[in-house]
């Protein structure tokens, strides 16, 4: 099994980044970071970090999208404001995306923009937008802010989410067949 930290929308907020990534560095094979940092790509915090830009980042040294391959799986990892990830009736418009991940031979999808956690499987590929760990939003904003740690078997995917105080919160974990 191998496992991904997903996080996303901090705005600013630094030092929930440096706990984060210092609390499950060790214990993953990489750290996506889906954008709005409002830091500096070059922050020594994004060491070792895949990282996109996102509506609020003003440095042009972030790429819009990424495809990074790890252990066999392969991601497509945006922020989505410049994907129309936004629906009005949905938690997420998912068609631009899914087609730049089809595309890209990806089999999981991870974005931000909308501080709204979820996950959902749609045309075979896993979607994952780990929420805003500082400005929540959506029917769980009461949690205080999400990120989502993705475990990844021969036969599963299976996505938890964390508080701000690293706190599991089970009823949002979710598992599809591969």
């Known amino acids: 099994m191998t496992k991904f930290l997903i996080v996303s929308d901090t705005h600013g907020d630094r030092d929930i980044l440096v706990d984060i990534f210092n609390h499950w560095q060790s ?23 895949s990282t996109v830009i996102g509506n609020m980042d003003t440095d ?3 790429v819009a999208a990424r495809v990074t391959t790890i252990a066999g799986t392969t991601f497509f990892q945006t922020h989505g404001h410049l994907y129309s990830v936004r629906s ?13 991940a ?4 990806a089999q999981i999808v991870l974005f931000g923009h909308t501080h709204i ?3 959902a499987m749609f045309d075979d590929k896993l979607f994952i937008n780990p929420g805003s760990i ?17 475990t990844v078997s021969d036969t599963a995917y299976s996505v938890a989410f964390y508080n701000r105080q690293h ?12």
Request: proline share 4%; hydrophobic share 40%.
């Open 27 to 49: 214990n993953v094979a990489a750290v996506f970071y889906n954008g709005d940092s409002e830091l500096s790509a070059n922050d020594s915090v994004f060491d070792g970090v």
């Open 60 to 62: 042009d040294d972030f």
């Open 88 to 100: 009005l009736d949905s938690w997420a418009n998912l068609t631009v995306m899914n087609q730049l």
């Open 102 to 105: 089809k595309e890209a031979k």
């Open 117 to 119: 956690d979820g996950v």
């Open 134 to 150: 500082s400005l929540p939003k959506g029917p769980h904003m009461a949690i205080g802010g999400t990120y989502a740690v993705l």
């Open 167 to 178: 706190e599991e919160i089970p009823a949002l974990t979710q598992s599809f067949n591969r």
